[in-house]
């Protein structure tokens, strides 16, 4: 990958100029990883975050033995379990990659470095956290006030393209439901 | 209210030194709110937020003709409906005082200004919103994983005062039950 691509990436948020990008980039450290790759396990503390280059990588807890997909991640989005790396307190989600994934890997340490010698690392990650909490709570509020074929349609509407990538029973636990109920309402849907 | 007290709030993230605060303060607007003062409807787009000095506020949103509380604030905590306030979208929550509320207001224009005159509020806010974002991937999760006692617990645990200061049926809709079913977790919780 080009530096010119990872400038793309990190003027989404923030006017870096080209010196600037100099300071940063060393930070955040290239990896690629195969799909099905365990990232953190339920209960450790989560020391990195992920720049989504190309791939999906998946947020999940775990409930009576199942697991509950809690987020999908894909390109030009930050993956990781946010929760953990910044309150440093354990994990309540596990993470791996659904596909073979290009990231840019931000650790906690090279972070905290960042904030010390550039503090304009901080309007980076404001807005960075800003759009996750904007995430977190439609995801939040969609499973208080809507029904499981409404969160559905809403996927279909706003991330069409996971409805390919991700495996159905993975869509179907981050519905709340079962396989056979999120079948139920695509037929259903299919109908109309 | 003394310069010196508010003083306190604001090093609660970050080292700001007295000149910063002589900077920052005037964009902190002090104003007092009576009980049960309706700040936000849902629909509208939040344009403040407000650091509680004294008093509770409360997040709602509606389902059915009915009042679901999402989430209470009390002093020293940032109350909003920060979803809104962040993405400029149409609230999903309103926000009314439960308590007679003395608060420090910071408008959306008046945040966007101190970004431009005073970069390290792009820190102070950071940290403001990654804590935000912290509470409310816990509560997420305990919806996911949690029965309504076990959450009953947990506020009992993490916010014993909450369950003194809100009124039953709040409290009931907070953890997603009827005042009824609140009862009997109390009533069984009494008797262990």
Same mark, same amino acid.
Do not use: W
């Given at each position: 990958?080009?530096?010119?691509?990872?400038?793309?990436?990190?003027?989404?948020?923030?006017?870096?100029? $080209? %010196?600037?990008?100099? *300071?940063?980039?060393?930070?955040?450290?290239?990896?690629?990883?195969?799909?099905?790759?365990?990232?953190?396990? &339920?209960?450790?503390? #989560?020391?990195?975050?992920?720049?989504?280059?190309?791939?999906? *990588?998946?947020?999940?807890?775990?409930?009576?033995?199942?697991?509950? %997909?809690?987020?999908?991640?894909? +390109?030009?989005?930050?993956?990781? %379990?946010? $929760?953990?790396?910044? #309150?440093?307190?354990?994990?309540?989600?596990?993470?791996?990659?659904?596909?073979?994934?290009? &990231?840019?890997?931000?650790?906690? +340490?090279?972070?905290?470095?960042?904030? $010390?010698?550039?503090?304009?690392?901080?309007?980076?990650?404001?807005?960075? *956290? +800003?759009?996750?909490?904007?995430?977190?709570?439609?995801?939040?509020?969609?499973?208080?006030?809507?029904?499981?074929? +409404?969160?559905?349609?809403?996927?279909?509407? $706003?991330?069409?393209?996971?409805?390919?990538? *991700?495996?159905?029973?993975?869509?179907? %636990?981050?519905?709340?439901?079962?396989?056979?109920?999120?079948?139920?309402?695509?037929?259903?849907?299919?109908?109309?």
């Amino acid at each position: 990958m080009s530096v010119l691509e990872k400038i793309d990436i990190f003027r989404q948020f923030t006017d870096f100029n $080209d %010196s600037e990008l100099e *300071i940063i980039m060393p930070y955040f450290v290239a990896k690629k990883f195969k799909k099905k790759t365990h990232l953190l396990d &339920v209960g450790k503390v #989560s020391d990195e975050v992920y720049y989504l280059i190309k791939g999906c *990588i998946r947020l999940y807890c775990e409930k009576d033995g199942e697991e509950l %997909s809690t987020y999908f991640f894909t +390109e030009n989005m930050f993956a990781g %379990s946010y $929760d953990s790396f910044l #309150s440093r307190r354990p994990s309540k989600v596990a993470i791996e990659t659904l596909e073979e994934c290009e &990231v840019l890997v931000l650790t906690h +340490e090279a972070q905290e470095k960042l904030y $010390d010698i550039f503090p304009k690392m901080n309007e980076f990650i404001r807005k960075a *956290i +800003e759009q996750r909490f904007v995430l977190l709570h439609d995801l939040f509020i969609s499973y208080l006030l809507n029904s499981p074929e +409404e969160r559905y349609l809403m996927l279909q509407k $706003d991330r069409p393209e996971l409805l390919q990538r *991700i495996p159905q029973h993975q869509i179907a %636990s981050f519905l709340g439901i079962t396989r056979v109920s999120l079948s139920r309402i695509r037929n259903r849907l299919a109908k109309k």
